[in-house]
């Protein structure tokens, strides 16, 4: 499962924070537990002491019954958005003999059970979500059953249940299922994690379980495919339909099934003789191998890097409308949201890699070995979110790499610090939705690097290998990932994963440094709060000294102390030191490093953090001016961004730089801080420079940068150029001329605000939504009663709930505006079309808070 949509929708604030490797402690918030002391008296009897009790264990499911095999057949019902299937399962008991199957099945209506052995019926009990199956005899570990279920689900009718990271429980979707929206292609897809697929088919449906697959889908014959496995057959029915038949011959678990039927586009290649495939709408098909382009050497990379081959039949990827989730890594059939669908021109600069490597590299960690429990998630999330790690510095080398760890380690902090801390392996956790966060991904990630730091390349790459061999196609916990590295480096790790894996949090360092008769001292303190953290981590770490003439050693030091001294015999005071020079340490370092040693981190120190933490302890400084100018030539584009914004383009040699900048840096996103930095200097001599961006420029983000400049210095000749654009689909261009509309008091606009909301993916349309109710707020109040119906019918119907809270939103905006008007109106005309807009607005509100079924919008909807 990816991460990319949960922090990027979460409360859509998006936090940035800027800052060193010598980092400000995190301070959490923490809650203080007090055990009174056993007593024992031997002379009188006390009461029991209650203050004790056993904290909360999240156990891996126990396994009574062993599925071996699930073959489905399955039809659908668009009007009633039903499933229509048939189960045929092949299990035996894991070790004690039974006469009893315990099955998952939500919100089904079971229509007959049969013993296929003997063709005949079975009892069972059914309450809505567990299906008890009375086997005809006590089955021993060495029999298999073979059960037939007939049934309907109806996932469109439970219960509507989500997570920050998977918006909705429903396990199989309808999109468009009458075919209402034009522009919207009528589709059923699935998302089975964490343990919803019992929601369309039954199983047993548990992380720690898993079975071979077949998979008949009838379905229209205007249809695709898709499913786990091989596309063995594929059959014309005398009805106008046609059946799939999809057979999976390797085991994976059951929230790793997949379909999906709609009408796409699959563009086919192969890679070692195995068919990979991207299905994509129709008028994206010349853009397909684009969106995937790296897809056949990501393939061949992550088989060598691990040393195991990629182990399934196939590897497909399908793009689907309104995905409640960013992406997920069914086994061969990876489903992606449709952010990811982009042409080749959205592509430049913004290519899909990271999460195309996510979910590829599940395909060993998730999919080929399996967590056994949601609390291990990291055994799953941990490894894809390295695997974007790993491929980043195989293909754009390791400063894009460490780039890459950068962001990583702020998301986890940012997490840390907002939302307290909690074991890497969490047994104690209330949802196990809550499990997908920046812990089980960013933290795992991080944590593998370390390790790889600590134990080196080759020993990482072995212990990885013989961890997948050994553990192939089944289940495991964190301590099967120690004792695979143990076996392979022959070290114990138990301190390792005692303190990353299996205790909370990070350390705080504060290190000093000082130079006295020869002797280098470094004194490094814990300070992290031990209620919330590791009261003492063990650190090994690099620190480098610079000496004079260039030269420079590096020493190796071990952190096991809450306070720590290390003393070095120098023959001279060394001019730096780099603490923690592999930038490895998953924690904060707080050093009080002078403007001079920065200046040299930045001029003298190789890797990308170091050159970026000493750009961010530099700005404001005036003594710091001249670097910021020489980082405008470095290397690395996140260096020469973070440059240009302390660049105050205050005379013609540097306004000339940014130009030149702005019109031959390779990377878009440094293109776009140039245009954005002159932006903040009044001088119509610019406006020619706009427009010359705008001729040539490709990348729609830096296109759009260069229409705002124009428009800033010119807005007759910007909103010229924008009405050309309302064509367009590009997100940065829709927003950006949206902004500019929002300030017209012409109605014209209202087609176009209405059909881009309906047309931009769900979060996506967040600053659509608010440039919209600006330009409401200008339009006369009889068009502002009309357009609100638009928003009315979204927040109250359709199918995305990140639109219907936006909608609403709106329309709690425009309640309070003019709410406020009414406040101030005189005329008494006016005053009565106000107090109508604002019932109307206010009885609408109330409405969709009635029919909104969606827990986590009523709880967001409470303030309204």
């Known amino acids: 499962m990816n991460k990319y949509l949960f922090s990027l929708v979460a409360t859509f604030l998006i936090i940035s924070c800027s800052g060193t490797k010598k980092l400000v402690d995190v301070q959490d918030p923490y809650e203080e537990r007090m055990l009174d002391t056993l007593m024992v008296v031997a002379s009188k009897i006390k009461e029991p002491d209650t203050s004790f009790f056993l904290e909360t264990y999240n156990a891996s499911e126990a396994r009574t019954i062993d599925l071996l095999h699930t073959k489905l057949d399955l039809r659908f019902d668009w009007e009633n958005q039903y499933v229509l299937g048939i189960a045929d399962l092949k299990l035996k008991p894991f070790f004690h003999s039974t006469s009893q199957v315990n099955l998952d099945a939500i919100g089904f209506d079971i229509h007959a059970i049969t013993n296929l052995n003997a063709g005949l019926p079975l009892d069972f009990e059914y309450d809505g979500e567990s299906l008890q199956i009375k086997l005809e005899k006590i089955y021993s570990q060495n029999d298999i059953a073979s059960i037939r279920i007939e049934y309907t689900a109806k996932p469109e009718e439970l219960p509507i249940g989500g997570s920050q990271a998977i918006t909705s429980d429903k396990g199989l979707f309808f999109i468009n299922p009458f075919g209402s929206d034009p522009d919207k292609p009528m589709q059923i897809w699935t998302q089975g994690e964490t343990e919803n697929n019992s929601r ?126 960013g992406a997920m890594e069914n086994t061969t059939a990876v489903i992606f949201g449709d952010f990811v669908q982009k042409t080749e021109r959205e592509l430049i600069d913004a290519d899909n890699d990271y999460i195309v490597a996510h979910e590829m590299f599940h395909h060993w960690f998730g999919d080929f ?67 997908f966060d920046a812990h089980s991904y960013n933290k795992g990630g991080l944590v593998l690097h370390m390790l790889r730091n600590y134990v080196g390349e080759n020993a990482f790459r072995a212990s990885l290998k013989y961890y997948l061999e050994q553990n192939a196609f089944t289940s495991v916990e964190a301590h099967d990932l120690r004792l695979a590295f143990e076996k392979i480096t022959g070290q114990d790790l138990n301190w390792f994963f005692n303190q990353w894996f299996f205790d909370k949090g990070h350390p705080n360092l504060e290190v000093n440094h000082s130079f006295s008769d020869g002797i280098y001292s470094i004194h490094v303190m814990q300070t992290q709060d031990p209620e919330n953290n590791a009261a003492i981590f063990q ?64 001029k003298n120190c190789k890797d990308f953090q170091d050159r970026y933490d000493a750009l961010v302890a530099l700005r404001g400084e005036i003594k710091a001016k001249p670097v910021f100018v020489q980082a405008l030539n470095d290397e690395f584009f996140a260096i020469r961004r973070l440059a240009i914004g302390e660049i ?13 900048i702005a019109e031959k840096d390779p990377k878009s996103q440094v293109r776009s801080a140039a245009i954005n930095n002159l932006s903040n200097i009044d001088n119509t001599s610019l406006i020619d420079f706009a427009e010359n961006i705008l001729k040539k420029e490709k990348v729609y983000s830096t296109y759009a940068e260069a229409l705002a400049l124009l428009y800033e210095l010119d807005k007759e000749k910007g909103q010229v150029v924008a009405e050309t654009l309302i064509e367009e689909e590009n997100f940065d261009i829709v927003a950006l001329i949206s902004d500019i509309f929002s300030s017209s008091h012409d109605s014209k606009y209202i087609e176009f605000f209405e059909k881009k909301i309906n047309s931009i993916n769900g979060y996506f349309a967040y600053p659509i939504f608010g440039n919209y109710f ?88 409470q303030g309204l």
């Open 539 to 602: 650190l090994p770490l690099n620190v480098e000294f610079f000496f004079s003439q260039g030269k420079s050693e590096i020493k190796k030091i071990i952190i096991n102390q809450r306070s720590q001294v290390f003393n070095f015999n120098l023959n001279e005071k060394p001019e730096f030191v780099n603490f923690d020079a592999d930038n490895i340490l998953l924690g904060t370092v707080k050093e009080n490093l002078t403007t001079e040693e920065n200046i040299f981190q930045y």
């Open 369 to 435: 070995v399996t967590c056994e429990s949601w609390s291990n998630l990291t055994l799953n999330e941990g490894f894809a979110n390295y695997g974007e790690y790993l491929w980043s510095e195989y293909k754009y080398g390791k400063q894009a790499a460490d780039h890459v760890r950068y962001n990583e380690l702020r998301g986890y902090l940012n997490s840390a610090q907002n939302g307290g801390t909690h074991d890497l392996i969490d047994f104690e956790y209330d949802n196990r939705e809550a499990m």
């Open 648 to 660: 105050n383009p205050s005379n013609d040699i540097l306004i000339n730089k940014l130009k030149e």
């Open 200 to 325: 369309w088919f039954p199983t047993i449906d548990k992380p720690n379980e898993r079975c071979t697959q077949e998979t008949l889908l009838t379905v229209d014959q205007k249809y695709e495919t898709l499913s786990n496995g091989k596309l063995v057959s594929s059959k014309e029915n005398p009805d106008g339909t046609r059946t799939d038949y999809w057979v999976m011959s390797k085991p994976h678990a059951p929230y790793l099934f997949m379909i999906a039927v709609g009408e796409f586009a699959v563009v086919n290649e192969t890679w070692n003789e195995i068919p990979v495939s991207y299905y994509v709408e129709p008028k994206y098909e010349k853009d397909a191998k684009a969106i995937f382009n790296h897809t056949p050497e990501m393939l061949s990379f992550f088989s060598e890097f691990t040393g195991v081959p990629y182990p399934w039949e196939k590897f497909s990827q399908i793009i689907v409308r309104d995905y409640v989730s």
């Open 774 to 861: 600006i330009y409401l707020n200008n339009l006369p109040l009889s068009v502002v009663l009309e357009s609100e119906d638009f928003l009315i019918q979204m927040a109250k119907n359709n199918a995305s709930s990140y639109k219907r809270y936006l909608a609403t939103i709106t329309l709690n905006n425009l309640r309070e505006s003019i709410s406020s008007k009414i406040d101030t109106e005189k005329n008494k005309e006016t005053l009565k079309m106000l107090q109508n807009v604002f019932e109307k607005t206010n009885n609408a509100i109330l409405e969709i808070i009635e029919i909104e079924k969606n827990p986590q919008l009523l709880e967001r909807y």
